[in-house]
């Protein structure tokens, strides 16, 4: 299927329960993801694909582990029947050049989708990109125009239906923590603040458990249109 993806309104979606697969468990925003979906009665199965175990247990949840996230064909069975994916791998970009954060951001992202895609043709696929996002492709930030393109690409791809999340300041809740150790330190330093933070800013600011919330109801009922900012995040978790 070729061309540019479909968006539709949630009054033409079902409110029929929703199949996952979930890419990067085992980080913070996969982590916070896997928390809400586990939870929603709305969400029947999920399937996490990572390298490491998250070391969670619950009766709709399935982990496969796989090494090469550049080779999915030895899990590609694992992929057919699920009404979306939410894509939440990702790196920093402190310290890498753009060709090593394009294959970790780009590339990698592309791999996943066209699995998904050719496994599920009329799925959802939701990609966790960022706040800043160039979608010029132009601008002097480097990992925003790696997210811009990688957007662009997504939105070419023939997926039936693509959102580019763009989150800004994300606290971590529910005991979810970032790899990244000066990061966690810095959400620990600011956890008392974060309430203050979203009522100021809610635009601005978001956390792992509404994002995971916004993430279920794109799967479920969708947005009328492709971009979901940290304020479309809040707004879809309170509606869920």
Same mark, same amino acid.
Request: with cysteine; net charge positive.
């Given at each position: 299927?070729? /061309?540019?993806?479909?968006?539709?309104?949630?009054?033409?979606?079902?409110?029929?329960?929703?199949?996952?697969?979930?890419?990067?468990?085992?980080?913070?925003?996969?982590?916070?993801?896997?928390?809400?979906?586990?939870?929603?009665?709305?969400?029947?199965?999920?399937?996490?694909?990572?390298?490491?175990?998250?070391?969670?247990?619950?009766?709709?949840?399935?982990?496969?582990?796989?090494?090469?996230?550049?080779?999915?064909?030895?899990?590609?069975?694992?992929?057919?029947?699920?009404?979306?994916?939410?894509?939440?791998?990702?790196?920093?970009?402190?310290?890498?050049?753009?060709?090593?954060?394009?294959?970790?951001?780009?590339?990698?992202?592309?791999?996943?989708?066209?699995?998904?895609?050719?496994?599920?043709?009329?799925?959802?696929?939701?990609?966790?990109?960022?706040? /800043?996002?160039?979608?010029?492709?132009?601008?002097?930030?480097?990992?925003?125009?790696?997210?811009?393109?990688?957007?662009?690409?997504?939105?070419?791809?023939?997926?039936?239906?693509?959102?580019?999340?763009?989150? /800004?300041?994300?606290?971590?809740?529910?005991?979810?923590?970032?790899?990244?150790?000066?990061?966690?330190?810095?959400?620990?330093?600011?956890?008392?603040?974060?309430?203050?933070?979203?009522?100021?800013?809610?635009?601005?600011?978001?956390?792992?458990?509404?994002?995971?919330?916004?993430?279920?109801?794109?799967?479920?009922?969708?947005?009328?249109?492709?971009?979901?900012?940290?304020?479309?995040?809040?707004?879809?978790?309170?509606?869920?």
């Amino acid at each position: 299927m070729g /061309g540019a993806a479909v968006w539709l309104s949630a009054r033409q979606y079902t409110s029929a329960p929703v199949r996952v697969v979930l890419f990067g468990a085992t980080g913070m925003i996969g982590g916070g993801a896997l928390i809400e979906c586990l939870a929603d009665p709305r969400v029947t199965a999920v399937t996490s694909l990572s390298r490491a175990s998250t070391g969670a247990s619950h009766p709709k949840l399935t982990e496969i582990l796989h090494r090469d996230f550049f080779d999915l064909q030895p899990v590609a069975a694992h992929l057919p029947g699920h009404d979306a994916c939410f894509y939440c791998l990702g790196v920093t970009a402190v310290g890498l050049d753009e060709p090593s954060y394009s294959r970790m951001t780009y590339d990698l992202t592309l791999v996943a989708a066209r699995a998904y895609l050719a496994a599920n043709p009329a799925g959802t696929f939701c990609y966790i990109s960022g706040a /800043g996002a160039d979608s010029s492709e132009r601008g002097r930030t480097m990992w925003a125009r790696v997210k811009g393109r990688t957007e662009n690409t997504l939105l070419k791809l023939g997926l039936s239906r693509v959102y580019l999340v763009r989150p /800004g300041f994300i606290q971590p809740v529910n005991g979810v923590r970032s790899k990244t150790a000066w990061y966690q330190a810095f959400y620990t330093a600011v956890a008392p603040l974060s309430p203050l933070i979203r009522l100021l800013l809610p635009g601005l600011a978001t956390t792992t458990a509404l994002l995971g919330r916004a993430l279920i109801q794109l799967g479920l009922k969708g947005f009328s249109r492709p971009i979901v900012t940290t304020r479309d995040i809040n707004r879809l978790a309170a509606a869920g």
